[in-house]
């Protein structure tokens, strides 16, 4: 079976660093996505990770390990524009088939 | 990256009625797919938009409710069928396989439809 856990909503402050960790069970592995969805806009690609390890993009960071089938997004130096939804996406072998986590709502205040 | 075009962005639909959505990609991807978003939800995968073939449909969709076409590495057409209120939802374009070496998926913006 497929099964993506993420945390339903987070809370943080603005300047602040936040994490959002995600958790999959697949049945095969050719990678791993972050996406932001900002309200009643489509989802925007933010990272990629496919071996294990730490992934950096400016203010955003992505980890992957694969033995223990977990993720988390990093945002460091955070801002109100970063309120939004931050989706996991694990892409399955052979192709590009691609399956989302139910999303994280972001809240970042002042 | 690609920009997709999706139409219509909206509609309101009566049930028992069917409705078309199209998909353009701005250039030849490789992979198409269609996704569901209901309000306040995730996306679902509906099915893979195969070039020249029937799509590929994931468990719980059928090809009599939601036939896919794709005549071409560009474009693409997803049908509901046979509306009712529970198809209410919003209904995502996507593509990869753009000249990426991550294969990360890009987004039409999405046609909303209300059932009534």
């Known amino acids: 079976g497929q099964n993506i856990d993420q945390p339903t909503e987070m809370t943080a402050t603005e300047g602040a660093i936040v994490q959002i960790n995600c958790t999959y069970q697949t049945s095969g592995f050719n990678g791993l996505f972050w996406y932001q969805q900002h309200a009643g806009e489509a989802p925007t690609f933010l990272s990629y990770?496919?071996?294990?390890g730490l992934e950096e993009k400016g203010r955003f960071s992505s980890f992957l390990s694969r033995s223990k089938g977990y993720s988390y997004l990093l945002l460091k130096e955070l801002q109100m524009k970063d309120s939004a939804s931050y989706l996991c996406?694990?892409?399955?072998?052979?192709?590009?088939?691609?399956?989302f986590g139910a999303g994280t709502r972001l809240f970042v205040k002042a | 990256s690609a920009v997709i075009s999706q139409k219509p962005s909206r509609d309101i639909c009566q049930r028992g009625t069917s409705l078309t959505i199209q998909c353009q990609v701005d250039s030849q991807v490789t992979m198409m797919f269609w996704y569901r978003q209901q309000p306040g939800q995730s996306l679902t995968l509906i099915a893979t938009?195969?070039?020249?073939?029937?799509?590929?449909?994931e468990s719980g969709f059928v090809i009599d409710k939601f036939p896919i076409s794709r005549p071409n590495l560009t474009f693409s057409t997803l049908t509901v069928s046979n509306m009712s209120p529970e198809d209410s939802s919003i209904y995502l374009c996507?593509?990869?396989?753009?000249?990426?070496?991550?294969?990360?998926?890009?987004f039409g913006e999405g046609s909303r439809l209300t059932v009534l």
């Open positions: 938009a195969n070039q020249g073939s029937e799509a590929t449909y």
């Open positions: 996507s593509a990869a396989g753009t000249g990426s070496n991550t294969g990360e998926l890009f």
């Open positions: 996406a694990v892409r399955g072998p052979g192709g590009f088939k691609t399956i």
């Open positions: 990770n496919v071996l294990d």
